[in-house]
């Protein structure tokens, strides 16, 4: 798999996501403590919940227009406690458009999974 660059996108340490990054802990309007500069300052040593996150647009699974910084939205593929796929959609700050939620409404019909739509852990 070819990961999409992030450009300027930082949205999964600006506090959009709860996570602890070694015992910081970040989200609910709070940025992760190692972003500086719009970078990650511990980024070659990065947290196992740093590493493993998957931003789903990064994956490619979604076209460049839902890049989270123009949509709005951050999503990740996640799994419930059936060990189901699901996604998790996170309002960056704005109810999300209708062309995202129609997007993500036929995308999940057609990869037989659901979603999940967080408003704002910010």
């Known amino acids: 798999m070819i990961f999409k660059d992030c450009g300027t996108c930082t949205a999964c340490c600006d506090g959009w ?6 015992g910081n802990v970040f989200g609910n309007g ?5 972003l500086c500069d719009k970078k990650c300052s511990i980024y070659n040593t990065r947290p ?6 998957q931003c789903a647009w990064s994956q490619g699974l979604f076209p460049d227009w ?4 123009e949509s709005n939205v951050m999503i990740s593929v996640e799994f ?3 060990k189901k796929q699901f996604l998790k959609i ?7 458009r209708k062309d995202v939620l129609d997007y993500i ?13 967080v408003r704002g852990e910010k």
Not at 17 to 22: E, G, K, V
Not at 48 to 53: D, E, L
Not at 105 to 117: G, Q
């Open 66 to 69: 839902m890049h989270p910084l």
């Open 80 to 82: 419930d406690l059936d």
């Open 17 to 22: 996501m709860l996570a602890n990054a070694y």
């Open 30 to 34: 709070s940025p992760c403590k190692f």
């Open 105 to 117: 409404e036929t995308w999940v019909l057609e990869n037989n999974t659901y979603y999940k739509l």
């Open 90 to 96: 996170i309002e960056l700050g704005v109810v999300i």
């Open 48 to 53: 196992k919940v740093c590493s493993t996150y």
